[in-house]
């Protein structure tokens, strides 16, 4: 088959391992192009594979892509200097990522200005019930952003992830315009609530457009860039609202406000200018655009042998992912197909997809994502950002030295962070959620000795207080190398391929949620426990070392459709044996039945044979 049947062939399927062989092994007529250029038709006489209806190899093989074909570049974090447009494009994403991190470091430097207080006198300590508006006030954009995440799915699915970030900046920067603005606290709070509908947006379709455009051997230390943005932006507003406190008057803390618009705007007009999710345009019926997109990012020609088997990849997965939702519920999927695809039919679909989350062939995969989701959030790390000021005044440091200790605290993250471009890939996940909940556990559990014993005469007793700090800054440390990175990456691996976006959407929502239930409690809980806060985010620690334990299983070195084996359920086998059913009927009907293959009957609840 030459290279112009096979891009208007609607049936692609796996090539035998003897064909990819010969597909991959000759470089010398491989050609990369000027990035300027426009890329070029493929010849018709280059040789594709021919018979992609016969074998399932690709959802057989264990190893990793560098194994089995020629990549692009070297893996890990030293592949990205190979595809440095797809790093761009990934960077320039994962500013979505810098929004959300620098609201954070900007709130826990604001609330304790004498400057803010004054225009919102509610949240001061010396207020009834200051801790609880105060609590109210920071998380109103974790409760926005559930909002913005949860809903997000639909609006990347049908308006494409390119696109749909540019929305999510338009209300963002709505959303900082608004609290820039703000005259009173109700008007505050409904800002920081729109503002984060368009962070958890962000939240959402960020990673998932950077896991869609990048090569799988740099894919890894693609997906830790979100998380390194997110604490950069910690950083960086942390250091700016430091500076501003200083100016007199309200611009104190509304320039910080204002600013944060400024990486908006570059996300949004940025973004418009690189492509579009080649995942996403064969999902939408433009393959012969997503085959260009793929050229444009792996700076190549279309008749590049690596790209066009990774096109044919996507085509193939696309297609299967229909194939395997029209199986599991054929009534609504038939419903909506004879119907033109009614709005009631589309709802009906759509909800029905959604519920295969929870049913017996992917639960497990939904309660380890959202576990580790909840964990992040309630091992104490949003309460440290927010209001690590507050606590180390507990500790008996003076104003300036708290502020301080507390910028340096979110460095120290960042380091934590950069490690695990490495770990993720040398220990695996599991290992390193293990490890961080025990190094947390300790930090929380020695701070909070230290602060029950000497809270109530630090100046006696300093020499205990900044070891209480030291054990803060390790505790942040263990946390920036573990449980910062790993939630984030792991729910888009262990999802099935016609589960995932959703899945990753629902796991995003939960961090939200618990993110905003950790905002709303913090205050009160360090106004009224003083030492009793780090016991509650010790025992969190600990339990979510019993639930790495339990539920978190192993992901390092696997693809994508070893997940089946991994978690012990059946999903990836429904769709391997639909590709087989798929290829047996491109072969003719004697050909399965010669083969052995049993015929697969696919239920919502499962699959089973006969």
Known sequence: MNIKEFLSSDNHHKPSRTQEQSFTKDNNNI????????????????????DHASSTAGLHQTTAVWESRETYGPPGFRGLTASPFVATCAAFSALGGLLFGYDQGVVSVILVMPQFLDVFPRISDDQPNGGFWKGVITSMIQLGAFVGALNQSWLADRYSRKWSIVVAVVI????????TAAVDYGMLCVARMLGGVGIGMLSM?????????????????????????????????????YGTQYIAGEWSWRLPFLLQMLPGFVLGGGIAFFPFSPRWLVSAGRETEALDALCRLRRVKRDDRRVVLEWWDIKREVALQ???LRKKHPRLAESVERKGGTFAGKVGLELAAWSDLFKKNCWRRTVAGTGVMFFQQFVGINALIYYSPTLFGTMGLNHSMQLILSGILNVTQLIGVTTSIWTMDALGRRPLLLL????MFVSHFIIAVLVGLYSEDWAAHKTEGWVSAAFLFAYMLSFGASWGPVPWAYPSEIFPSTLRGKGVSLTTSVNWLTNWIIGLITPPLIQNTGFGAYVFFAVFCALSAGFTWV??????GRRLEQMDGVFGDGVAGVEERIARRAGREGEGPATGRERGDSEVVVDGDGDRER
């Open 31 to 50: 050609h990369t192009e000027d990035p300027d250029d426009p890329p070029s038709h493929p010849s018709e006489d280059a040789t594709v594979p021919s």
């Open 172 to 179: 963002f920067t709505v959303g900082s315009a608004l609290q």
């Open 205 to 241: 379709v960020a990673p998932l457009y950077i896991s869609e455009i990048s090569p799988p051997e740099i894919r890894g230390a693609l997906l830790v860039l979100e998380e390194f943005c997110i604490v950069l932006g910690i950083c960086i507003a942390y250091w700016i609202t």
């Open 322 to 324: 229909r194939d395997v």
């Open 436 to 439: 961080g909940s025990a190094a």
């Open 551 to 556: 539920f978190v299983k192993e992901t390092k």
